[in-house]
C-alpha cells in the first residue's frame, strides 16, 4: 500500500518562512507533487520532483531525498494569502496504478499578521 | 479555455436516491479522475479513466459507478445514495505521460457538495 505522513498544522507569522515536511512509504515511486488548497477552493498544482534536490518556484521550494523517502515544501516571506492547505501527494507507476498521484491529509498552514 | 467544470455545485440527496455528476475539460487530456474529500482525509480517488471508453477503480469506488463515453467528460453515478456518501467530489484531468516537472500535475474542478441526508 501506500502511506504518507505531513503535520496536521503548522503557524508562522507574515514574512517568515516555514517548512511543511511530508514522508513517505510507497511502490513504484515516481515523484512528489504539492497542491494548494484555499478553504472551499479546488486544489491547485505547486511543484513536482521526480530527482533529489531542490525546485524554486518564486517563494516556493520543494525538495525531494528519494534515498529518505522524505520532501518538504519550503515557503519564504510568507503572506496571509498563503493561509491554506497544503497536500502532497506520490506518483507511483507500475501495474494497474498507470501514474496515479496518492495524497496525503494535508497540512493547515495559518499565516499570523 | 473553461479548463474542467463540474455541475452541479450544490445538491442535497435522500437515502436511496440516484443521481449523476458530470465533469467536462476542454485541455485534451487523456486521464480523467474522480476525487472524494472529507475532512481530515484529504483526496482519495474513486475511479479514474485512462482514455476515452476506458475505466479503472482507486481507493474507495464501493457504491459509485463512471463512465467515459467521450474524451472530454468523465460522469459519475450514485445509485442508491447513502449519508456516507455526504462528501465533497472533485473531478481532475492530466496529461498522459510527463517526463518534465510537471509530470505530478492534476488539474482540478472547482468541486460538487454532495448531502446525503
Known amino acids: 500500500g501506500q502511506s504518507l505522513e505531513q503535520p496536521s498544522e503548522v503557524t508562522a507569522v507574515e514574512g517568515a518562512i516555514v517548512q511543511i515536511n511530508c514522508t513517505y512509504q510507497t511502490s513504484g515511486f515516481y515523484g512528489l507533487s504539492w497542491y494548494q488548497q484555499h478553504d472551499g477552493g479546488a486544489p491547485t498544482f505547486l511543484s513536482y520532483?521526480?530527482?533529489?534536490g531542490l525546485e524554486e518556484t518564486g517563494r516556493f521550494s520543494s525538495f525531494l531525498s528519494r534515498s529518505d523517502s522524505y520532501g518538504y515544501l519550503l515557503l519564504q516571506e510568507l503572506q496571509m494569502k498563503d493561509s491554506a492547505s497544503y497536500f502532497c501527494a506520490v506518483r507511483v507507476e507500475g501495474g494497474s496504478t498507470l501514474g496515479r498521484l496518492y495524497f496525503g491529509r494535508g497540512t493547515q498552514l495559518t499565516v499570523w499578521p | 479555455n473553461a479548463g474542467v467544470t463540474q455541475t452541479p455545485k450544490f445538491r442535497v440527496l435522500k437515502t436511496g436516491q440516484s443521481m449523476t455528476l458530470l465533469c467536462a475539460q476542454d485541455?485534451?487530456?487523456?486521464?480523467m479522475y474522480w476525487y472524494r474529500q472529507d475532512p481530515g482525509m484529504g483526496l482519495r480517488l474513486i475511479h479514474y479513466s485512462v482514455g476515452e471508453g476506458t475505466t479503472a477503480k482507486g481507493e474507495v469506488p464501493d457504491g459509485y459507478n463512471v463512465s467515459r463515453l467521450k474524451k472530454q467528460n468523465f460522469l459519475l453515478g450514485l445509485e442508491s445514495a447513502a449519508p456516507s456518501q455526504t462528501s465533497v467530489y472533485f473531478c481532475?484531468?492530466?496529461?498522459?505521460?510527463?517526463?518534465?516537472?510537471?509530470?505530478?500535475?492534476?488539474?482540478f474542478g472547482p468541486g460538487t457538495r454532495l448531502t446525503v441526508l
Open positions: 485541455m485534451n487530456h487523456e486521464y
Open positions: 481532475a484531468s492530466s496529461y498522459l505521460t510527463g517526463t518534465s516537472g510537471r509530470a505530478g500535475e492534476q488539474f
Open positions: 520532483n521526480a530527482l533529489d
